[in-house]
């Protein structure tokens, strides 16, 4: 199959669901491969992370919008996109993040450790409810959800009770990061994209009458007090922060569940040492990474892989098949979290690595074994349904039954309930 054959397989349903077969037929051409006359896919672990590092590649600028896909300025989807720093370069790119940097320093993320373990345990607790007399529950909305959005609203500032709106809106609107997209599905996007932009609007005036101590106030006193932040600006980092500050975590969780409960004896490892999280869920990311892919544009020709990219190339990062570069991990396709030096590009590498990594991987380190612990008999029940989508991977339903928690270990000599569960 040719490069090009491949990249069109890669973008059909079939292909977006299990893209991993289509990738290794990418890679026989090579870590880089020519797939169109400025087209290129990488699949190459190497060669991805130098060109996400390479000050010569870039995410599409207005010029290259207004010549791929002219009136993107009336999309509310393309607009709160490309105004974020998501996709803008530097200088641009460096002001709006050093905003938001702030909120996720090292030790504000370590402080939020007791509030992710209280609320994984509250989310426990409500599966359990739901599942008595083994009936199913969806981990996805019951657990894989709530549990990352409730973190990231925290952060923003948004009240509890508006949580539960933000699902549709930001599947809706992460419909635009597809590499490819119809005039329907981008009519979806705009309306999840409509709702965000309305909803952020109200909460910015909001905080404009009653500053709070939250991420949202600082963004809005920053653009109040100077040109550190236009009004759109404003609006799409809002959305960007709420949005990216979820997905990849609901996604890293619902694809985490499936690969331990597919490989019980990693898992009953995990159950006994929650210690060894860190590198469980840096191989959980590797192996079914919840973010595929990334695109960068060249502005000055390079080489890679053998391959000469001219100026003006589009770039398809392909990180879900980068994690799996044979060059890089023997045997990709198996799961094992004792692989030494496990790196994964699942949030990018360069100037565009995701602010909220360090945050993400915390809240599934705390997750994860907190899951298998408090259910030791947590098992999938029926089918998962996998999203069509091949930029965010990740499961539209994933039933489970939660089965019986397990009981409280107590230390000898002291009475049933004080001493609690066990790490």
Same mark, same amino acid.
């Given at each position: 199959m040719d490069p090009a054959d491949a990249l069109a397989l890669l973008m059909s349903p079939a292909g977006r669901v299990d893209p991993y077969p289509t990738y290794e037929r990418l890679r026989a051409h090579g870590p880089v491969v020519q797939a169109g006359p400025v087209f290129y896919a990488v699949t190459g672990y190497a060669e991805a992370d130098a060109i996400l590092r390479d000050a010569r590649f870039g995410v599409m600028d207005d010029g290259l919008r207004d010549q791929f896909m002219p009136g993107w300025r009336e999309s509310p989807a393309v607009l709160s996109i490309s105004r974020s720093m998501l @996709? =803008?370069?530097?200088?641009?790119?460096? @002001? #709006?993040?050093? +905003?938001?940097?702030?909120? $996720?320093?090292?030790?504000?993320?370590?402080? #939020?450790?007791? &509030?992710?373990?209280?609320?994984?345990d509250a989310l426990v607790d409500a599966m359990l409810a739901g599942g008595r007399g083994g009936?199913?529950?969806? $981990?996805?909305?019951? $657990?894989?959800?709530? +549990?990352?959005?409730? &973190?990231?609203?925290? !952060? !923003? *500032?948004?009240?509890?009770?508006?949580?539960?709106?933000?699902?549709?809106?930001?599947?809706? %609107?992460?419909?635009? !990061?597809?590499?490819?997209?119809? #005039?329907?599905? %981008?009519?979806?996007?705009?309306?999840?994209?409509?709702? +965000? @932009?309305?909803? $952020? =609007?109200?909460?910015?005036?909001?905080?404009?009458?009653?500053?709070?101590?939250? %991420? =949202?106030?600082a963004l809005v006193q920053a653009h109040d007090g100077g040109d550190r932040l236009t009004g759109d600006e404003l609006l799409a980092n809002l959305i960007v922060l709420l949005v990216a500050g979820f997905e990849t975590t609901t996604n890293l969780l619902g694809n985490g569940l499936v690969a331990l409960l597919d490989h019980p004896r990693a898992a009953a490892t995990l159950r006994e040492h929650p210690e060894f999280a860190p590198a469980y869920v840096d191989e959980l990311l590797r192996y079914d990474s919840p973010v595929q892919l990334t695109?960068? #544009?060249?502005?000055?020709?390079?080489?890679? *892989?053998? &391959?000469?990219?001219?100026?003006?190339?589009?770039v398809i990062v392909m990180l879900g098949a980068a994690n799996r570069d044979p060059r890089r991990y023997p045997e990709p396709g198996r799961f094992d979290p004792w692989r030494p030096q496990i790196h994964p590009l699942s949030f990018g590498a360069g100037p565009h690595y995701c602010l909220g990594a360090a945050l993400a991987r915390l809240e599934a380190q705390v997750a994860v074994p907190l899951l298998l612990r408090r259910l030791p008999e947590l098992a999938v029940a029926g089918t998962p349904e996998r999203r069509v989508r091949l930029t965010l991977r990740g499961y539209a339903t994933l039933p489970v039954t939660p089965g019986r928690e397990a009981a409280p270990v107590t230390v000898a000599g002291t009475p049933p309930g004080a001493a609690g569960p066990t790490p």
């Open positions: @996709r =803008t370069n530097p200088p641009d790119h460096s @002001r #709006m993040r050093r +905003l938001a940097a702030g909120a $996720f320093t090292p030790r504000r993320i370590a402080a #939020m450790r007791g &509030v992710v373990e209280a609320q994984a009936a199913p529950v969806d $981990f996805m909305a019951e $657990f894989a959800y709530p +549990l990352p959005v409730g &973190v990231i609203c925290a !952060l !923003l *500032g948004v009240p509890a009770a508006d949580r539960p709106l933000f699902r549709r809106w930001a599947t809706d %609107l992460t419909g635009v !990061l597809e590499p490819e997209i119809t #005039m329907d599905e %981008l009519a979806v996007a705009d309306r999840g994209a409509a709702e +965000l @932009r309305a909803y $952020f =609007t109200e909460l910015v005036a909001a905080r404009r009458r009653a500053p709070a101590d939250d %991420l =949202t106030t695109s960068r #544009m060249s502005t000055a020709p390079s080489t890679y *892989g053998g &391959v000469d990219l001219p100026a003006e190339s589009w």
